[in-house]
């Protein structure tokens, strides 16, 4: 069985039979936004059939001359999405996440269509009982060893496997996250036979193998005299217009590109003001009667009135700020101090205890999530007698990494676990066994050991983030809409960068994919922008990370070639070069070395065990035509070549065997399995002829 795109858009189905399990349980806010998913599936496939005006607007790319639908790789998207939410039990993913998922998504989506004609004239199949084997058999595989591996032994539970295999048909959720895995399984197997026919492919006869290991076993000692391209002045040499565009037509193939913009923007920055800055010292302040009320909860009040959530610790005073370390020397219980600035922040700090307390616990635990009558079980028989604790964990705790260790948590400093389970260990005492519930389960904890105990204050503390207001906002865009009002164009730009006593920044080689420009992260919009715009075109105010940005686009470079206007300097040298070249190699025929330095004010330098598998050579670094010329020159004769920075006169003085290995070096022509593969990736996906059109739609 190949393996199909197509059918991981089916899986979609399968997704919505998962999020069905869950609308269950969810109520009516998740069941209005499954309503809106199915209706957009719907939509979707009536847009597929053709059945709308839009039908010739949903191409976002083509691959092997066959066109992907916006909506297939949306669901496609989709689904990876809810597989990589299942993988990390994550309700949500971020912004940054999102674009690396989608980025991911079509690599793989390009890779399977363009290798989709590949494997099959290859005759590469993959089978059913393959993907058995891979998970139950002899040829397990890394994903499924991670997913079924047994905690408590460390080694591949096949029954564990099974038993999945047999019931994913009943549950929705294991179904879907089955279809995934073993698409992946079945990519991964294609790959493995495909790149296996090519390591097959990959021969090196005995008449290759002994001339190389010839080669590589003779090294050479040498003279060489460096005559740098310098040494003629360029005055002297000229450069034809034919002459570089005939070099940029033989050279053409080096200077594809991809499609890139340009741009040239600046920056207005949005700050918070003296005024927002003073209003959130004032809020602060209007709070402080009623936090120092003794009657107040002073860590409620404080988790209500913050901007960043805080939770109730224990610290030594070398562990508080300086100020609070200070404050805590004479201040009284209730004591109130601030509001300080911290930083972005004011904060506003009050003493609510002082206490004798360790700075770290030994502790085990046995974690119990939903059976509420074996913790009660279990802690009435260990309450009595805790000897056989390591015993009990191993055999009924939830938490596989301490169970294997008879519970084991080794010590662990105060505030490090979840507030319920950090004071149930710190309050009692050594040798305790207590029950306690948190967001995982319900712990019974045996409290092995406890350190030196010393004076640690308990402080509630008022957090607000001092950030910019409305008023400062619209202050700071109306500064960008002056400016824009009067950079009309790129030439205008650049007058009002000087008038308004700007910076101006520089966004080079944006390709149409980026989500950032420089350190702007929520680029999108800029860069679609860009891929829209006329050159010398100004654009509209863009908000993004705290700051707006008006752009111009000063260069649209399309997919193709380079032109020869950009790459003229390069074309330019190398003729220059290649002339000067035969110049100093005409001029040193029959001269000695010595000859040659005298002439053109150089020395004559020696160098040692030069071999073909050197990679420089001292005096004159990564030469490779001269390392060539050296270890194939006769002993005595001089010679002169053509390097990247100079030309080289040489002579070799003397020459060692080493014993040849005719077997290392057809051993090294099968290692280079690696850069055979990535060339013949480059190849196939080349000749796909990939389309794509995200930008107008992402």
């Known amino acids: 069985m190949r393996l199909d795109f197509r059918k991981q858009i089916k899986f979609y189905n399968i997704k919505m039979a998962a999020l069905q399990t869950l ?5 009516v806010f998740i069941t209005i936004l499954i309503a809106l998913a199915l209706l957009a599936f719907i939509l979707t496939d009536f847009i597929g059939n053709g059945n709308n005006i839009f039908s010739n607007g949903d191409k976002l790319g083509e691959v092997a001359g066959e066109k992907i639908k916006v909506q297939d790789y949306q669901n496609l998207v989709d689904i990876q999405e809810e597989f990589y939410k ?31 004609n ?88 005995n008449a290759e193998a002994q001339q190389d290991s010839a080669l590589r076993a003779k090294s050479v000692a040498a003279e060489f005299v460096s005559i740098r391209y310098n040494a003629i002045p360029d005055s002297t040499i000229s450069v034809s217009k034919s002459e570089l565009n005939n070099l940029y037509n033989k050279k053409k193939d080096l200077y594809k590109v991809d499609a890139t913009r340009d741009i040239e923007y600046v920056a207005f920055p949005i700050r918070a003001s003296q005024e927002d800055i003073e209003e959130v010292e004032k809020n602060l302040e209007s709070m402080k009667a009623d936090f120092e009320n003794p009657e107040t909860d002073a860590f409620d009040y404080a988790h209500m009135n913050s901007d960043v959530e805080s939770y109730k610790t224990y610290q030594k005073d070398s562990q508080l700020p300086s100020a ?42 046995i974690l119990i999530t939903n059976n509420e009558q074996l913790a009660d079980s279990l802690y009435n028989v260990l309450s009595k ?49 207590v029950m306690v519930k948190s967001q995982y389960g319900t712990h019974i904890i045996k409290i092995d050991d406890k350190g030196v105990a010393g004076t640690k204050y308990s402080i509630a503390t008022i957090e607000k983030t001092i950030n910019y207001s409305a008023k400062t906002h619209q202050s700071v865009y109306d500064q960008a809409y002056q400016f824009l009002n009067v950079a009309k164009n790129r030439e205008k730009f650049e007058a009002a960068v000087d008038t308004f006593n700007l910076i101006k920044r520089f966004g080079n080689g944006i390709r149409a994919n980026q989500h950032n420009v420089n350190a702007i992260s929520s680029a999108r919009e800029i860069v679609k922008w860009a891929y829209k ?9 863009f908000e993004a990370n705290d700051q707006f940005i008006v752009a111009v686009l000063t260069k649209a470079q399309e997919k193709g070639f380079a032109p020869i206007e950009e790459v003229s300097v390069a074309l330019n040298n190398e003729i220059i070069n290649d002339k000067k070249a035969a110049q100093i190699e005409g001029s040193v025929a029959n001269l000695s070395l010595a000859d040659v330095a005298a002439k053109y004010n150089s020395k004559v330098d020696s160098v040692k065990n030069v071999s073909f598998a050197s990679y420089n050579v001292a005096g ?47 051993n090294s022509y099968a290692q280079s399995f690696s850069y055979i593969f990535n060339l013949n990736e480059m190849v196939v996906t080349e000749n796909a002829n990939v389309e794509d059109n995200r930008i107008l739609f992402y």
């Not at 039990?89 to 989506?109: D, I, K």
């Not at 019931?167 to 996250?177: I, S």
């Not at 001089?638 to 060692?656: F, I, L, P, T």
Request: proline letters at 3%; aromatic letters at 8%.
């Open 23 to 27: 609308r269950n349980k969810a109520g």
């Open 86 to 116: 299942l993988n990390s039990r994550s309700m949500s993913l971020g912004e940054e996440q999102q674009n690396q998922l989608r980025e991911r998504v079509w690599q793989t989506l390009v890779h399977d269509m363009a290798f989709e």
């Open 533 to 541: 715009a006329d050159v010398n075109e100004v654009s509209d105010i």
């Open 385 to 433: 007698n805790s000897s056989n604790f390591e015993e009990l964990a191993r055999k009924y705790s939830e938490d596989q990494g301490s169970a294997i260790n008879g519970g084991d948590l080794d010590w662990f400093e105060d505030g490090r676990m979840v507030p319920e389970f950090n004071e149930a260990c710190f309050n009692n005492a050594k040798g305790a066994v």
């Open 118 to 205: 590949v494997y099959e004239g290859a005759g590469v199949d993959v089978t059913s009982a393959e993907i058995l084997d891979m998970a139950t058999g002899n040829h397990i595989a890394p994903i499924l060893r991670n997913l079924f591996t047994n905690p408590q032994t460390g080694a591949y539970d096949r029954a564990l496997a099974e038993n999945f295999l047999t019931h994913k048909n009943k549950d929705a959720q294991a179904m879907f996250y089955w279809q995934n895995v073993e698409t992946e399984l079945r990519r991964a197997r294609l790959s493995d036979k495909y790149n296996g026919l090519l390591y097959a492919g990959i021969y090196c006869t």
């Open 620 to 666: 004159a670094g990564v030469e490779p035509a001269l390392i060539g010329s050296l270890v194939s020159a006769e002993n005595g004769k001089v010679g002169a070549v053509k390097g990247n920075n100079a030309v080289y006169v040489y002579s070799v003085v003397g020459q060692e065997a080493v014993p040849a290995n005719a077997a290392a070096i057809r």
């Open 324 to 365: 609070l370390a200070e404050f805590v020397k004479t201040a009284k219980i209730n004591d109130v101090y601030g509001p300080y600035r911290d930083g972005n922040e004011f904060k506003m700090s009050r003493l609510v205890e002082i206490v004798s307390r360790p700075d770290s616990v030994k502790a085990r635990h």
